[in-house]
């Protein structure tokens, strides 16, 4: 039977206006699909193509008629993301820089969290960890004053079939075989619970169980604190892991270091985190970006304690990764182990983040911020 293709049937309540204009592939679900081509089993075969073998080229699913393929082709795009620029670290973190359709670029970030282990006898007893740092948007509202990408201003969000297409890139590149799972924050450039439709729908499809299943609880949200999407995220229930950009533990501080303190306050962010929905093995993280004579004395470690008494959470301990232009410096490396151990010794769960790619353009819009100044794009 010839495959047809009928657009009208997508329900467009279930994907953004940007999709239906831009017909990014990526932005649809296995349901949408489905819904789309006719017979159902065509849009089975597609996603099996797009998330198992990653290709990019229609005309090569040659499972697919070929009458299909050249309707697929016309209609939709799977190189809706240009990678312009690399940079790789010597500890294996890579940051890739991406040019969208409509010429704005942003990042993304591979760490490499563990070597592959491998016995005596050269069996591999365990693979590599990799976690995705993903952006969101391309720039960023909230202004955070440490914050390098804050200096390139807010753009526009990211569509669904951006964020996705990001983790199928970042796969593809680096040879991870589809069952391989991966972790994915939410991290990159961007707040993420300030582009929550799309957000949600790319968390969605990259758990689908017949596409790249990253279940939602390999999927962490890091925000700065937006309140009322915390609770409107809790009420879905989804699943993901959630982290807050806490990084002060006075109004004061916090809202010099983060403006957006001055529409949500700490009291206002706990409240809403106090309220989330948590697993009985899950806890809240909290991002405690450590700035050197700031907010690394032990009475800010102290004063973190009484804050986030009574929530199931665990602290990471950011060191600050320096930037040309900012006012902070790294703090002492010692005094960060003192602070840490003092938050275990009263029971909390507290690590060390270990810095990544300190050697490239480490801080997220490093990269872009740099081929902005020396690099004249292909249109």
């Not at 990799?130 to 391309?138: P, R």
């Not at 470690?301 to 009574?310: D, F, P, R, V």
């Not at 003192?338 to 909390?348: M, Q, T």
């Not at 270990?354 to 292909?378: F, M, P, T, W």
Request: hydrophobic share 35%; glycine share 6%; with cysteine.
């Amino acid at each position: 039977m010839q495959s047809s293709i009928n657009i009208n049937t997508i329900d467009s309540k279930n994907i953004p206006k940007t999709t239906i204009e831009t017909k990014n592939i990526y932005d649809f679900s296995l349901k949408d699909l489905e819904n789309i081509f006719q017979p159902t089993y065509r849009a089975k075969q597609l996603y099996n193509w797009l998330y198992a073998f990653y290709e990019k080229d229609f005309h090569k699913m040659q499972n697919l008629s070929k009458d299909f393929r050249t309707q697929l082709a016309s209609t939709y795009s799977t190189e809706n993301l240009k990678l312009v620029g690399q940079e790789e670290s010597k500890d294996g973190t890579k940051k890739y820089l991406f040019k969208t359709k409509d010429g704005h670029t942003f990042e993304s970030v591979l760490l490499k969290m563990k070597d592959k282990s491998i016995n005596e006898n050269g069996k591999i007893i365990r693979g590599e960890k990799y976690t995705f740092c993903i952006s969101s948007q391309i720039g960023c509202k909230v202004g955070c004053t440490f914050c390098f990408t804050a200096k390139g201003g807010f753009i526009r969000d990211l569509s669904c079939g951006e964020i996705v297409e990001q983790v199928v890139n970042l796969k593809k590149y680096n040879a991870i075989a589809p069952e391989k799972r991966v972790n994915i924050v939410y991290m990159g450039m961007g707040e993420p619970l300030n582009n929550f439709e799309n957000l949600i729908r790319a968390i969605k499809i990259l758990a689908e169980p017949s596409g790249l299943s990253i279940a939602p609880r390999r999927q962490t949200i890091s925000t700065s604190g937006i309140s009322p999407k915390i609770q409107e995220l809790g009420t879905m229930n989804l699943g993901v892991q959630l982290a807050i950009s806490l990084h002060a533990v006075s109004d004061v501080l916090r809202t010099k270091l983060m403006p957006i303190n001055r529409t949500y306050n700490i009291q206002s962010v706990i409240e809403a985190v106090r309220a989330f929905p948590l697993g009985t093995r899950k806890r809240i993280m909290f991002e405690y970006l450590v700035i050197k004579d700031l907010n690394d004395d032990i009475q800010s470690a102290n004063k973190l304690i009484k804050l986030l008494n009574g929530i199931k959470i665990k602290v990471n301990l950011i060191l600050f990764n320096p930037h040309s232009g900012s006012e902070f410096e790294r703090p002492d490396i010692e005094k960060v182990k003192k602070f840490a151990d003092f938050l275990i010794g009263k029971g909390v769960l507290a690590t060390i983040r270990e810095s990544k790619g300190l050697d490239i353009s480490a801080a997220c819009g490093q990269l872009r911020e740099k081929k902005l100044k020396n690099v004249s794009y292909e249109t």
